[in-house]
């Protein structure tokens, strides 16, 4: 099983955070598998992102695009994925990510 088949959402924000009628999101992510053991996958990656959440369709604008950013740690466990990451984004808004298991 691979770490990366779910999606805690976007760097920096909250689920649920920023909420909307129209949605646009754009991710650049990279890892790298670290070591592997007996036990399982050792990742280390970052991601690079982009969007906003808009009311109507009318109110798009690309200069309302978000910027953020993450730096996460996994590892594949007899549980399912152990992700740790830091995410930070525009306007000052950080999270720390803390996931075990699937991500629905």
Known sequence: MSIFKSDPGAAGYQQDQLRGQQVALGKLVSYRRGSQSM??????????ETGNVWQTGQSVALHDLLVAGS???GYDTALGPLYLGFGTAERGVNSFYFYLGRVF
Request: overall charge neutral; cysteine-free; aromatic content about 24%.
């Open 71 to 73: 730096v996460f740690i």
């Open 39 to 48: 036990l399982g996958s050792f990742y280390l990656g970052a991601s690079l």
